[in-house]
């Protein structure tokens, strides 16, 4: 397709943009580059590298690529089915999908792949390293860089060899909060498309709460702002333990609780975010009706739903499956319940706990014991 006047100029500014940083002088503000794709250009230069320069798109060894693709399984698990639906999306633009662990390494490629086109084969390529101090820059080391969506158009990429390339790029979260990787768009030789950036920014969304929502847990919170009926992949999502531990978030849901990533060893309750009582929570998912407002310690308020996968996964929730409306509050019984189980262990608390499938620190604090 030929380009119109607009997309030719914006070639001709990015030409103008690069010709002054790369000769060490200033651009204007209006130049239509971003001020972080200028900064990733200075960062290259910084390394000794030259847009003139050759890009070899190497693959890392073997022994390496065993153990990114071993940390990286959950995050391919879950990203397949997005993949395919996303190969699909963008079938007839001439776009395919490449999804990266964080330090820039395919570990997987869905789409139109033209094989025969040695520009595609090189960087669709599992293993190949697409970092930003191997191939300069691109959406893959800016998402990876700024952790937001972006999309570079031909010459906003570093090397000569990489401005026949247009990418989209969004970062992919983990449960715990901390960036995973990215999912990328690229298409070859093509028009711009910005839109693309909403598209991968979504995907990404999708990939992030299918992981969150594969990973054990006992219960389910969907979230929201009051008015906004949860449901879809724009929701908050927040997992629980059966002892009220939070086991992961996905960003908007860190972004609503003011959540930071988790810190190993110290996971957070979610008495520390919610200001009601925990067992609540999964009271309410026993009921046909589970959707309401929470106060939280911040003085908001916010439109929950809270799901359980399965059968009821906490201890309490199944004691209450089996009592009338008329027995004890949910507390009481899951008291009960650690107080039989360490009856019948004898006294041995670790036992009982494994047993509850809790921690022992949750039965010492169930039952107001001291440890031992």
Request: charge should be positive.
């Given at each position: 397709?030929?380009?119109?006047?607009?997309?030719?100029?914006?070639?001709?500014?990015?030409?103008?943009?690069?010709?002054?940083?790369?000769?060490?002088?200033?651009?204007?503000?209006?130049?239509?580059?971003?001020?972080?794709?200028?900064?990733?250009?200075?960062?290259?230069?910084?390394?000794?590298?030259?847009?003139?320069?050759?890009?070899?798109?190497?693959?890392?060894?073997?022994?390496?690529?065993?153990?990114?693709?071993?940390?990286?399984?959950?995050?391919?698990?879950?990203?397949?089915?997005?993949?395919?639906?996303?190969?699909?999306?963008?079938?007839?633009?001439?776009?395919?999908?490449?999804l990266t662990n964080a330090d820039g390494i395919v570990v997987d490629v869905h789409g139109p792949v033209d094989r025969q086109d040695r520009r595609a084969e090189m960087i669709a390529r599992v293993g190949v390293d697409l970092s930003e101090k191997a191939v300069g820059t691109t959406a893959i080391s800016a998402a990876l860089t700024e952790l937001q969506p972006v999309w570079l158009h031909r010459g906003e990429h570093f090397f000569n060899d990489t401005g026949v390339y247009s990418c989209a790029g969004a970062p992919v979260f983990g449960p715990d909060g901390l960036c995973a990787g990215m999912l990328d768009l690229t298409g070859i030789e093509t028009m711009e498309r910005p839109a693309l950036k909403h598209l991968v920014r979504r995907s990404a969304r999708s990939i992030e709460n299918s992981w969150l929502l594969s990973t054990s847990h006992a219960l389910v919170l969907r979230l929201n702002w009051p008015g906004n009926q949860p449901g879809d992949d724009s929701d908050g999502l927040l997992t629980l333990d059966q002892d009220g531990h939070i086991v992961g978030a996905n960003p908007t849901a860190r972004q609503m609780l003011s959540l930071s990533p988790a810190t190993p060893g110290q996971p957070m309750h979610a008495s520390d975010v919610f200001a009601s009582h925990w067992e609540s929570l999964f009271d309410a998912a026993g009921r046909q009706d589970n959707t309401r407002e929470l106060p939280l310690w911040s003085g908001l308020r916010l439109q929950t739903q809270a799901l359980q996968p399965g059968a009821p996964a906490h201890p309490a929730a199944q004691a209450k499956a089996q009592i009338s409306p008329q027995a004890k509050p949910l507390k009481d019984v899951q008291t009960d319940m650690i107080r039989e189980a360490v009856t019948q262990a004898r006294g041995n608390v670790a036992e009982a706990a494994r047993a509850l499938g809790i921690s022992r620190a949750t039965v010492y604090r169930k039952l107001g014991a001291p440890r031992s």
């Open positions: 397709m030929p380009l119109t006047a607009p997309a030719s100029n914006r070639l001709v500014r990015i030409e103008q943009a690069r010709d002054l940083v790369f000769q060490g002088r200033s651009i204007a503000v209006d130049s239509g580059v971003s001020p972080w794709i200028t900064q990733s250009w200075q960062r290259c230069l910084d390394m000794g590298l030259q847009p003139t320069q050759a890009v070899d798109f190497d693959a890392v060894s073997t022994q390496q690529m065993r153990r990114v693709q071993e940390a990286c399984r959950p995050l391919v698990q879950a990203a397949q089915p997005v993949l395919v639906e996303l190969a699909r999306a963008i079938a007839d633009i001439r776009y395919f999908a490449i």
